[in-house]
């Protein structure tokens, strides 16, 4: 009797081990690995995407895992080493082109732009999904101008708010050190230059560059300009203003945080989906009702450039063409086709194409004031230096040279350092 | 008799068998996950090994090694770990001596409260107990500005985690009380385990509570402090979590610590055989330290 049993057990577990392969279909299975991009970093709306997806092309299944960003990379990068990396992932052209389609894991997704994409997506897009050999290794699906946003009930309590043009948001250098001086009258903590890490620092590196008309990179993206003049008096700038305050302790969401509190009056690290967070006040709000206003950084002329955000996917060449095949029909069908204005709005962020396969893309958020009225930021977009090689480094040496003028180093000096880092980094 | 023998040899044999058999599944897993990446760290840290499809690891011998010592963050990572040691090991073994003294005489259910209090910082996860720290530690609105603004110590608030000045001792001191918890409960058993009669004829031979203390029951307990020294050494040169939940090794490379670096430098950097060039100085580093730390326990004891 209980051999029987045994030998039944035995036969239900290679049963059960050969049931997969039995009874599989021929659907395609591939995966797609996912950072946190709006709602893309949320189950149940990627699981309806997905759903849609698969309805529409029922020979692919697609298994999703979400990453942080805390430890994202880490995952990723084990994955590729272990030869177990994902077919798709989701994420900008920071990690897509600089990072690992440098280093030979993506595949070049050059075959999927016709003429009519080339038209269709935005032009710098374009460039920063595309590397120095002309590889694609990015399909762009959304994009946002990052900005900084200030508490106008602070402004107008400080007599400032004319400093202030909301109809643009737009301010000038002028304007913003008027703002400062007035504010720490009343708050020693107006604003935070944060530089605990790498989490919303585009906005330091923005706001410092803007105030005085400097650049991060040169324009071939070739080496780091972090120490020329223009950067140095902006620096210098802060340094001086009562209630700035350089904070190694904090990083852009804490700062975020901090500004939703009211304990700050400005924010450096801002984008569309902050200003319609609903989470302790509505959009727009402070938690204590305070008017928030997203404002473009001050430029001495009031023209700003921004920091854009780029987000979409890539295809890791993990050598199976059936797969690569399909992870491009997904691609195909959010980033141009059906799919694209559920992926977008997934997103919260704005299309990084005018049309798709016929579908006017422009008109996407035309029911959503705040959004149409975020959109006059889009043409401030600057320009996408995040894809110079070594970006990881010179993005640590950053926040480091931030911390070592906010303990009082020599400006000049630790931005040269900065440079030297950075463009040793690049192989400049 | 002979055949006697040889049955019995066939016995010995046959538990031998069954004995290596069961030690095979943890022999297994010491291979694997502990014996062979060491050998390796040791192997790759030879290497200029970089992060990519087509890398070629290139033979540089000692190169990473010369390059360590000419590296001023790898050196200041150096210095901060060993300040956390030279800091954290003996206070954490007096305090946690201090701690069980005190406790072991109280009332057995007095003394479990005691164990559980100092254990709750040990079992509780890494990253809740530096959320709270962060909180505490705030500097716009953390509960120690509050307190010492209050008391007249401070006049402006104090950015603790955000000062080269206080960085790093802040975090000896969130290390040190997620490591007393450990060691209080190994002395409490340990001091329950010392002979009474050894205890009770020194008292009748008119031993004052220090003599006792000194000559019969911290003798007694030395293998308990050698372990606890050997494990808190340890575990202070692999302080890593704290310093990337806090400070990122910040501010100004203030707190970095070897552990955070060869993090840093091998999944940021992708500089695989530099990050396991560094793993093997500080295996060294805490292979010598042991060592002394036995031979010195042996003398004693």
Known sequence: MKKLLALALALIMVFALAAPSAFADDAVEITLWTYPIGQWGTQEVVDELIAGFEAANPGIKVEVQYLAYADGDDKVNTALEGGNAPDLIMEGPERLVANWGAKGYMVDLADMWDDTDKAEIFESLQDSCTNADGKVFEYPVCMIAHCMAVNVTRFEEAGVADVLDRENHTWTTEGFIKAVNALSETNPNVAAIYCSGQGGDQGTRVLINNLYGGTFTNPEHTAYTANSPENIKALQLLVDLPGINFDPAINGGEEIQLFRQGILDMAFCWNLIQQTNTDNNDAGRTNDGDEIEFMAFPAEDGNAKLGLGIWGFGIFDNGDAAKIDAAKTFIKYFADGEGTPGAIKASGFSPARSMAEGQDLTQLFADDPITTEYMKLLPMGGDYYQVVPGWAEARTAWWNMLQQIGEGADIQAAADEFVAVANAAAGA | ?301
């Open chain 2, 1 to 301: 008799m002979g055949k006697s023998t040889g049955m019995s040899r066939a016995l010995v044999r046959r538990e031998t068998i069954a004995g290596y058999l069961f030690l095979l599944p943890s022999l297994f897993f010491f291979v694997t996950f502990v014996v062979y990446p060491m050998f390796m760290c040791i192997f790759t840290s030879f290497f200029d090994s970089n992060m990519g499809k087509n890398a070629v690891d290139t033979f540089i011998g000692f190169g990473n090694y010369k390059e360590l010592l000419q590296d001023k963050v790898f050196l200041g990572a150096l210095k901060n770990t060993l300040i956390i040691v030279v800091v954290s090991v003996p206070t954490v073994c007096a305090f946690s001596l201090w701690v069980a003294s005190a406790i072991t005489d109280m009332k057995p259910a007095l003394t479990s409260a005691f164990r559980v209090i100092f254990y709750l910082p040990v079992v509780t996860g890494s990253v809740a107990v530096t959320v709270v720290w962060k909180w505490m530690y705030n500097n716009y609105y953390g509960i120690f500005n509050y307190l010492f603004k209050s008391a007249g110590i401070i006049e402006k608030n104090i950015n603790w985690l955000g000062d080269a000045k206080y960085a790093l001792w802040c975090i000896i001191l969130i290390l040190f009380t997620t490591s007393v918890g450990q060691p209080i409960v190994l002395y409490v058993s340990a001091l329950g385990n010392v002979d009474h009669s050894l205890v009770e004829a020194a008292e009748v031979d008119g031993a004052t509570r220090t003599q006792v203390f000194w000559k019969i029951k911290w003798a007694q307990i030395m293998p308990t402090t050698l372990y606890i020294l050997i494990i808190t050494t340890i575990n202070s040169f692999q302080c890593f979590a704290l310093i990337q939940l806090l400070t990122s090794g910040g501010p100004n490379h203030s707190t970095d610590t070897i552990m955070y670096y060869i993090y840093y430098t091998a999944f940021k950097l992708y500089r695989y055989g530099y990050g396991n060039a560094m793993g093997v100085v500080l295996m060294i580093i805490i292979a010598v330290l042991s060592a002394i730390q036995f031979k010195l326990g042996q003398t004693s004891d």
